[in-house]
């Protein structure tokens, strides 16, 4: 399995192997792989001839420098994943540096406002780091296909966004979301809740699912009501946003309209661990 750490490595090595006509999927990542990855790169592998995962702990997109030193880095773990997965996957791990240049700050984009939704009003700068490393990988690996998951549904349309503004000619393949079996939604920071708090957290999706069932008959206000209340009433978790949006614009909705698309989003502390997760409602 070839893992290469600088970008003029990985550059020679791509440039040796593609053809005209073969196609390089891309799974960008933060390491601490689980089965939610692992679909992504099954994806790439079926759609396309060359997958290339990158694993970076990107700096810039985290608002919290503790979320930022807490993130699990689990590097040997995560190639060997891979390496089962698929012997052929070509893993591009690199230094702050390699990506930065010395100059670990943000470029700063303009994403039409959706940017300005959900993560975006409780994580500033959370999407100028996104949208810098994602360019600059993109850059580098020059891929066909490229995967994210719907779990951070608010970073795939502006993954899109980025893409369609910078006329990058990627396809940008969004995949369902990863669960646990009891419904948690898959995420690297889920290794940092307890066995305990990992079981209650289902308490996020069932919340989700039940909001899907009010939403034919509730109206929006109703909802919101709703799920405060029930995060009120369990000690160990603390909401940070419930939203209703137009899953087009993520414009937070307050009235029903019968021709449009829409999401819950949700961001929950679970003791100081962040979670969040989404649901198509109609
Ligand atoms: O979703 C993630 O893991 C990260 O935001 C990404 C897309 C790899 C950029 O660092």
């Known amino acids: 399995m070839h893992v290469f750490n600088g970008k003029a490595d990985l550059i020679a090595h791509l440039n040796s192997i593609k053809t005209a006509h073969s196609t390089i999927g891309f799974v960008p990542t933060m390491g601490a792989l689980h089965e939610g990855h692992l679909a992504l790169m099954k994806r790439s592998l079926q759609d396309t001839d060359f997958t290339v995962v990158s694993i970076f702990v990107n700096p810039t997109q985290f608002n919290n420098p503790d979320d930022l030193v807490k993130y699990p880095r689990t590097l040997e773990a995560d190639v060997a994943k891979m390496n089962q997965l698929n012997p052929d996957i070509i893993v591009y791990a690199p230094t702050v540096d390699d990506i930065y240049e010395g100059n670990t700050v943000s470029q700063h984009f303009d994403f039409d406002g959706l940017e300005f939704q959900m993560e975006g009003k409780f994580r500033p700068g959370h999407f100028d780091g996104v949208g810098t490393v994602v360019k600059r990988l993109f850059e580098i690996v020059k891929p066909d296909l490229a995967y994210f998951g719907e779990k951070d549904f608010q970073q795939l349309q502006i993954i899109k966004k980025l893409v369609s503004k910078y006329k990058l000619?990627?396809?940008?393949?969004?995949?369902?979301?990863?669960?646990?079996?009891?419904q948690l939604a898959m995420s690297s920071r889920n290794e940092r809740l307890t066995p305990e708090e990992r079981s209650?957290?289902?308490?996020?999706?069932?919340?989700?699912?039940?909001?899907?069932?009010r939403f034919q008959t509730e109206s929006i206000a109703e909802i919101s009501a709703w799920v405060s209340s029930v995060f009120d009433a369990h000690e160990r978790f603390d909401l940070e946003y419930f939203v209703i949006a137009d899953a087009n614009t993520l414009e937070t909705q307050t009235e029903k309209e019968s021709n449009k698309n829409y999401r819950a989003f949700i961001a929950v502390f679970v003791n100081n661990v962040r979670l969040i997760d989404t649901i198509s409602l109609n």
């Not at 990627?170 to 009891?182: A, D, H, L, Q, Y």
């Not at 209650?200 to 069932?213: F, G, Q, R």
Request: with cysteine.
């Open 169 to 182: 000619g990627i396809k940008i393949v969004g995949c369902p979301i990863f669960r646990e079996s009891n």
């Open 200 to 213: 209650e957290a289902s308490l996020i999706y069932d919340t989700l699912n039940e909001v899907k069932n």
